[in-house]
Nanobody, 116 residues
Framework: VQLQASGGGLVQAGGSLRLSCAASGFTFSMYNMGWFRQAPGKGREFVGSIRSSSISPTYADSVKGRFTISRDNAKNSVYLQMDSLKPEDTAVYYC??????????WGQGTQVTVSS
């Protein structure tokens, strides 16, 4: 079971980035997927999630209206489109998968740095 996140980088405030997460080793279409982030010195924070059916993604209030989660079950991938980025969005971003109540499969993170 593997999740591989990519697409991070350095961007100026107001810019955009698109993160991708490629899944392998499990039946991706049956899992809900999530994005989390961890800023330096802070705990891991929920960013958003999307159901296996792609219906009604949910978002943290801090990113609502700026970030969009989507998935392509044919490509075993989930995406995080990040627009209107702010310096406070700087963090390591992780994708995760869950079949039951908890996210229990995690990928390595990808660094997003937003300069002011």
């Amino acid at each position: 079971v593997q999740l591989q996140a990519s697409g991070g980088g350095l961007v100026q405030a107001g810019g955009s980035l698109r993160l991708s997460c490629a899944a392998s080793g499990f039946t991706f279409s049956m899992y809900n997927m999530g994005w989390f982030r961890q800023a330096p010195g802070k705990g891991r924070e929920f960013v958003g999630s999307i159901r296996s059916s792609s219906i009604s993604p949910t978002y943290a209030d801090s990113v609502k209206g700026r970030f969009t989660i989507s998935r392509d079950n044919a490509k075993n991938s989930v995406y995080l489109q990040m627009d209107s980025l702010k310096p406070e969005d700087t963090a390591v971003y992780y994708c995760a998968a869950r079949r039951g109540a908890n996210f229990d499969t995690w990928g390595q993170g990808t660094q997003v740095t937003v300069s002011s």
